[in-house]
């Protein structure tokens, strides 16, 4: 998604007994690791010292990883044992194929214990073509801005018609967002029952329940609180 620049360029493998290590995965877990993931590297240290930003409110880094993967399907899972085992900000790049798609959640670091930390839903793009042009890294006075405009480029790009409500903190835009992946997810779920369903009477209910759930999808995307 984003261009880096060459002096935040890290390019080291992460091995994956590493990750085990500290997220303590379940067994069916580390099967999706094992079955799923090829290569995972870090790739970029946003910082301070890469970037010439200030840190804010808390934040001094964030990290980029790619992620090789052996199919195109990977469940969330894998992200969250990542975000889990590494105590820090971290945007994600998933290859496959030649193909690209970039990933990331809402995380809001403590002192607490890395299972402790609270990561949000993931924001994914769709895939596209490895060699699509990248657009800079947005403009920004410190780490904590730079954070924020990066995670709403991933909202945005994600599909969600997520529009900005003033005064908004970007953990309730996480929150709002997580509630309108949830509404799509209602809206398709009910539009299938319609096109199942022949009775006709039955088929008036479903719409009249699709369109309520559409409603409430509108204004969760709205720019203005209801």
């Known amino acids: ?5 060459e002096r935040a360029l890290v390019n080291r493998p992460l091995p994956k007994n590493k990750v085990y290590a500290n997220a303590r995965p379940s067994r069916s877990l580390k099967q999706q690791f094992v079955g799923n993931v090829e290569e995972i590297v870090w790739k970029y240290k946003l910082a301070s010292t890469t970037l010439r930003l200030p840190a ?4 001094e880094e964030i990290q980029i990883f790619s992620i090789a993967l052996r199919t195109a399907e990977l ?11 590494i105590p820090s900000l971290l945007f994600f790049e998933l290859n496959h194929q030649r193909r690209i798609r970039f990933a990331a959640a809402y995380k809001r670091m403590s002192d607490a214990a890395h299972d402790k930390q609270f990561v949000a839903a993931y924001y994914l793009t769709p895939w596209q073509d490895a060699g699509a042009p990248r657009e800079p890294l947005p403009v920004a006075i ?5 954070y924020e405009q990066m995670l709403y480029r991933h909202m945005i790009a994600s599909g969600l018609c997520l529009q900005p409500r003033p005064g908004e903190t970007l953990e309730g835009t996480a929150e709002r967002g997580a509630r309108i992946r949830a509404q799509m997810l209602a809206c398709r779920r009910l539009e299938s029952r319609v096109r199942r369903e022949e009775q006709f009477n039955r088929k008036v209910e479903i719409n009249a329940e699709l369109r ?5 999808l509108v204004d969760l995307q709205s720019g203005e609180s209801s």
Do not use: C, H, N, T
């Open 212 to 216: 309520q759930a559409r409603e409430i």
């Open 142 to 146: 410190d780490m904590a801005a730079l």
């Open 75 to 85: 469940k969330e899972d894998v992200l969250r044992a990542l975000d889990r085992a």
């Open 1 to 5: 998604m984003f261009i880096y620049p």
């Open 56 to 59: 804010s409110q808390g934040i």
